[in-house]
């Protein structure tokens, strides 16, 4: 079982990747996603196998992490809706 600071510095990791996709995806660069819906399970299914007590611990992390992550959707979604609007613009009038 991973222990509280191992998970912590597991959610500092993701986060930290995480911020690195947003900013290349604003740029307009690719980003591998993939493993990083398991990485965030494996983390909250290591929070639920902790003690209540240092689960609850983790909580403002991993509010953290959500938050970040929700950014990143946001950042996606931004550049999904220019791309599209630049794709249209392309064929106006034709």
């Not at 591998?32 to 689960?55: F, H, M, R, Y």
């Not at 950014?71 to 064929?91: G, N, P, Y």
């Amino acid at each position: 079982m991973a222990t509280p600071q191992e998970i912590s510095a597991r959610i500092v990791q993701v986060k930290t990747y995480i911020q690195d996709c947003e900013r290349r995806i604003a740029k307009g660069e690719p980003v591998p996603l993939t493993g990083l819906d398991d990485n965030v399970t494996e983390i909250c299914s290591d929070i639920n196998a902790l003690p209540q007590e240092d689960g609850a611990a983790l909580e403002p992390e991993l509010a953290g992490l959500i938050d970040v992550l929700d950014k990143l959707v946001a950042t996606i979604r931004e550049f999904d809706d220019s791309v599209f609007e630049d794709d249209t613009s392309k064929t106006d009038g034709v």
